[in-house]
């Protein structure tokens, strides 16, 4: 009864950008935090980076200064903005969200997107 869809992701070249987005819907009171996660194959997923409620933001070493997460509270959406790109960022996106339920989606939760692939050519 709640849900998070990613887009934005897709093929491009080394040095590009890309914008990722991610929405939540669904029974929803209020949402903690969310975040961008990332696989790549063969390996573990990973923090990219997050984003609370109040603003607060949490980025890997490997991709400050280059990424930027923001987020718009009255659409319950997330955004990456990755920009110089490079090869290694190749993996699979993942968005996260800690969000208090309403109705009949009691507590706190921890939901996770389908994720969207983020391919980056040398």
């Known amino acids: 009864q709640v849900q998070l869809v990613e887009s934005g992701g897709g093929l491009v070249q080394a040095g590009g950008s890309l914008r990722l987005s991610c929405a939540a819907s669904?029974?929803?009171?209020?949402?903690?935090?969310m975040g961008w996660y990332r696989q790549a194959p063969g390996k573990q997923r990973d923090l990219v980076a997050t984003?609370?409620?109040?603003?607060?933001?949490n980025y890997a070493d490997s991709v400050k200064d280059r990424f930027t997460i923001s987020r718009d509270n009255a659409k319950n959406t997330v955004y990456l903005q990755m920009n110089s790109l490079n090869p290694e960022d190749t993996a699979v996106y993942f968005c996260?969200?800690?969000?208090?339920?309403?109705?009949?989606?009691?507590?706190?939760?921890?939901?996770w997107g389908q994720g969207t692939l983020v391919t980056v050519s040398s």
């Open positions: 996260k969200a800690g969000l208090v339920g309403s109705g009949s989606v009691v507590g706190y939760l921890e939901v």
């Open positions: 984003i609370t409620s109040g603003g607060p933001t």
């Open positions: 669904g029974r929803i009171k209020r949402i903690d935090f």
